[in-house]
């Protein structure tokens, strides 16, 4: 088992940027590949970013691709999500994620590890 616990979120004007962290605690972080999922008042949790085992492998929903960028530190027991060029529809409570199985996923259900959240919020 993996406890997640994300830091890093704020209140930031747009066009501004934030970096989450997620320290992962328990079994060894690097036989999971990890996500970052989203969720708006009255929406669905949505798909943000996810990322191998070895960090070699990245893939981005359309909405944040080319202003987002995952990262991890299987030293460090550390997951990140670089955010740049922020914008009022990135507002959100941001999670991270773990599954047990060394390939990246777009899916929630297929996570077995959640975070408790961080709110972002991105003022226009």
């Known amino acids: 088992q993996v406890q997640l616990v994300e830091s890093g979120g704020g209140l930031v004007q747009a066009g501004g940027s934030l970096r989450l962290s997620c320290a992962a605690s328990g079994r060894t972080f690097s036989r999971y590949a990890t996500g970052w999922f989203r969720q708006s008042p009255g929406k669905e949790r949505e798909f943000v970013a996810t990322?191998?085992?070895?960090?070699?492998?990245?893939d981005y929903a359309d909405s944040v691709k080319g202003r987002f960028t995952i990262s991890r530190d299987n030293v460090k027991n550390m997951l990140y999500l670089r955010m740049n060029s922020l914008k009022p529809e990135d507002t959100a409570v941001y999670y991270c994620?773990?599954?047990?199985?060394?390939?990246?996923?777009?899916?929630?259900?297929?996570?077995?590890?959640w975070g408790q959240g961080t709110q972002v919020t991105v003022s226009s």
């Open positions: 994620a773990a599954r047990d199985d060394y390939s990246e996923s777009y899916y929630a259900y297929e996570y077995d590890y």
């Open positions: 990322i191998n085992w070895s960090g070699g492998s990245t």
